[in-house]
């Protein structure tokens, strides 16, 4: 079969056309899932936006719940910020209808869980007999319960100056990696875990997996690290007023107290003080908890540098949900009576929102 130069041509005009067509085809194809995937980070953008307000939104509405409640002269776990029946005066306040739990704002609702940060000890404030309290509480090593407080005034006074069983920056630079002591407030509890001497079962505890049989009830064998009763982070706060609120700190925080906690996690004084809370009616008074606990007025005053019955600091959690979507949000709040401001605003996931 002969081929004319006029069919090849055709022919070559059919080729390009139908290259031509692939390219558009693949072009196209391209341009659209490039506007797929435009829509969907402008979907994504505007969900983020809406979640952020949703969470703003509850922590605004716990601030407005902890301001109705600052003009009282104490802070219980029986408040309603706590989810308590409601203490006092305010069971007949606005808030005896209200709950913490799905509030709904713009297409979405929240729900919100608040913590006071006073039931806590707090590590920015704490002097070196607090310290030496609370690693006996734990069971720390003797060692550790000797040197330990000096490592930790050390990385937070502003100078350079090693205190004896203590360490600065000149030992933190021989690490590897290295770095300097803070010489600073912590901004969080973690930081003890660059501090000397804290280990990580000492700051989040010994799993109760992990925890060995004790022969004959002697503690460990040498050179195996000690079964902690609780982690540091249990404890400590890097943000409070600087006192444990006795009416809503635990019976592991309330043993790390001296002068009231015996070291053996279960002192009746703090049995007595945990009664004496929840009793009908309860006792709300520092002077009180404390004789109700045992311990006569002359030997108040060294506690009572540690201890009130009144809490200002909180940590929120809002847990914001646009369908089957969920996004939780923390924030830290201060109270000063009826005035509540937020101090910081954050995602969970530690995604930074303001």
């Given at each position: 079969m002969n081929i004319t130069v006029a069919n090849k041509k055709q022919a070559f005009a059919v080729i390009v056309a139908l290259v031509a067509v692939t390219v558009l085809t693949i072009i196209a194809a391209a341009f659209a899932y490039a506007m797929k995937v435009e829509t969907k980070l402008a979907a994504n953008t505007n969900d983020d936006e809406q979640f952020y307000w949703i969470g703003r939104g509850g922590v605004d509405r716990a601030c407005w719940w902890l301001a109705l409640e600052g003009n009282q002269p104490f802070s219980?776990?029986?408040?309603?910020?706590?989810?308590?029946?409601?203490?006092?005066?305010?069971?007949?306040?606005?808030l005896a209808s209200e709950s913490l739990a799905d509030f709904p704002i713009a297409e979405g609702h929240v729900t919100i869980e608040l913590k006071e940060l006073e039931a806590k000890i707090n590590i920015n404030t704490a002097n070196s007999q607090l310290l030496q309290q609370v690693l006996l509480a734990q069971g720390a090593d003797p060692n550790s319960v000797s040197s330990l407080p000096d490592c930790i005034l050390d990385w937070l006074d502003p100078d350079d100056n090693t205190r004896p069983a203590g360490a600065e920056s000149d030992y933190y630079l021989g690490l590897n990696p290295s770095y300097y002591a803070k010489n600073a407030p912590m901004d969080s509890t973690e930081e003890l875990l660059l501090v000397k001497g804290i280990t990580h079962d000492m700051y989040y505890g010994t799993p109760p997996e992990q925890?060995?049989?004790?022969?004959?009830?002697?503690?460990?064998?040498?050179?195996?690290?000690?079964?902690?009763?609780?982690?540091?982070?249990?404890?400590?706060?890097?943000?409070?007023?600087?006192?444990?609120?006795?009416?809503?700190?635990?019976?592991?925080?309330?043993?790390?107290?001296?002068?009231?906690?015996?070291?053996?996690?279960?002192?009746?004084?703090?049995?007595?003080?945990?009664?004496?809370?929840?009793?009908?009616?309860?006792?709300?008074?520092?002077?009180?908890?404390?004789?109700?606990?045992?311990?006569?007025?002359?030997?108040?005053?060294?506690?009572?540098q540690y201890v009130s019955t009144l809490g200002n600091t909180y940590e929120v959690h809002a847990t914001a949900t646009i369908g089957q979507l969920s996004h939780t949000y923390t924030a830290i709040v201060y109270r000063n009576g009826p005035d509540v401001h937020v101090v910081s605003f954050y995602r969970s996931d530690g995604q930074k929102t303001q």
């Open positions: 219980s776990l029986q408040q309603y910020w706590a989810g308590g029946q409601g203490d006092g005066p305010e069971t007949n306040g606005p925890k060995p049989e004790n022969e004959l009830g002697f503690g460990h064998r040498p050179g195996q690290e000690a079964n902690y009763n609780f982690g540091l982070k249990d404890v400590f706060t890097a943000f409070s007023s600087g006192k444990v609120n006795l009416l809503t700190a635990d019976a592991t925080v309330l043993n790390c107290l001296p002068g009231l906690g015996d070291g053996s996690g279960s002192s009746p004084a703090v049995q007595n003080i945990i009664t004496a809370r929840e009793s009908d009616p309860p006792i709300r008074t520092v002077p009180q908890l404390l004789m109700n606990a045992g311990i006569p007025p002359q030997d108040q005053g060294q506690l009572q």
